[in-house]
């Protein structure tokens, strides 16, 4: 019985994110406090980061 890592509590908004755009990785926005590495949710309007929670407006 192999057991369940439930240690990392990422979003997995990120980590799909991150997946699908695997050779996009330009279009994904980098948290700036986190450091490269840490994708931010890409919003309608703005780019929000689980992990400091940290927002910012989608420039158009
Ligand atoms: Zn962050």
């Known amino acids: 019985m192999a057991k369940k890592k439930v240690k990392n509590k990422v979003s997995p908004k990120i980590w799909k994110k991150y ?16 450091g490269p590495g840490t994708f931010m949710a890409d919003h309608k309007d703005r780019y929000y980061c689980g992990k400091c929670h940290y927002l910012e407006v989608r420039p158009k």
Not at 19 to 25: A, E, F, R
């Open 19 to 34: 997946k699908v755009s695997g050779d996009k990785l330009e279009r994904s926005k980098i948290c700036p406090r986190c």
